[in-house]
């Protein structure tokens, strides 16, 4: 199975929306590259949908005045929602206010042309599929960030099933992104091979109720793999993310070229 960008656009925009930073790039869709490099300003306090709006119109603007950026390619934008018809149906570190925003609306109204937008988790393993430890895989696949929570997309055959809010299961008697992400690991001091453990039988509860056939492992946890990653035991193939810090930015482009094609 291959995956090719859209032929009619070289470059799209990506914007990722997160709780401390809002980053873009402008993305070589046939390589999976940033050309130049990533901007960046922090997120705005609070993060309420018009403040927000105005710093991704802000980090568009100096991207397309780059020499050389075409004003009219696609613009895609990731933010740490549930977004269903371009709607925010959650919010996790942003403004509260979020949810029930039209993100469409908003944001093509304040960058002034058609946006689209999608969850950040969503984003990344559409990064790792087109350009990463997903290309080329048929079937199945689940992407996992770990970080504060755990964030989650399923891709079928390199396509995407949005919004697969694998964190909020219950396991073990409680949500399992509270005792199986990053931020678990160090609120409750687990050493890495005590993480491993309780990682593994999250994984092995999702293995059992999704059989994929890959399992990559994102976030901020996975910078530094070595540490957790042997001592998981799954008959699943697990990956380790190939484009953490830029996957969400990657990934929005790669939607906003394939949503305007």
Do not use: C
């Amino acid at each position: 199975m291959e995956h090719k960008a859209t032929p009619e656009h070289t470059y799209a925009y990506g914007v990722d929306v997160g709780g401390t930073g809002i980053k873009g790039g402008v993305v070589d869709l046939f390589t999976g590259q940033l050309v130049g490099e990533r901007y960046r300003i922090d997120t705005p306090r609070p993060a309420t949908p018009q403040a927000v709006a105005e710093v991704v119109a802000a980090v568009l603007n100096e991207l397309r005045q780059r020499p050389g950026m075409p004003a009219d390619a696609p613009v895609g934008v990731a933010l740490p929602s549930i977004v269903h018809h371009g709607v925010a149906r959650s919010a996790s570190n942003i403004d509260p206010t979020f949810i029930g925003t039209d993100l469409v609306a908003l944001l093509s109204q304040q960058i002034g042309r058609e946006v689209t937008v999608l969850n950040d988790a969503d984003a990344a393993g559409l990064a790792e599929a087109e350009f990463g430890a997903a290309r080329g895989v048929a079937g199945s696949v689940l992407m996992l960030t770990l970080g504060t929570g755990i964030g989650s997309a399923l891709l079928f055959n390199g396509e995407l099933v949005p919004n697969f809010e694998l964190g909020h299961l219950e396991f073990n008697g409680q949500i399992a992104e509270r005792g199986a992400s990053a931020s678990a690991r160090q609120r409750e001091g687990l050493s890495w091979k005590e993480y491993a453990q309780r990682l593994n039988g999250y994984l092995e509860h999702v293995q059992f109720l999704f059989s994929p056939e890959l399992i990559i492992l994102g976030g901020g946890v996975s910078k530094s793999p070595q540490k957790f990653v042997p001592l998981l035991e799954l008959e699943t193939k697990i990956a380790v993310a190939e484009h953490a810090n830029n996957a969400g930015i990657l990934g929005a482009a790669l939607h906003g070229s394939r949503q305007n094609s």
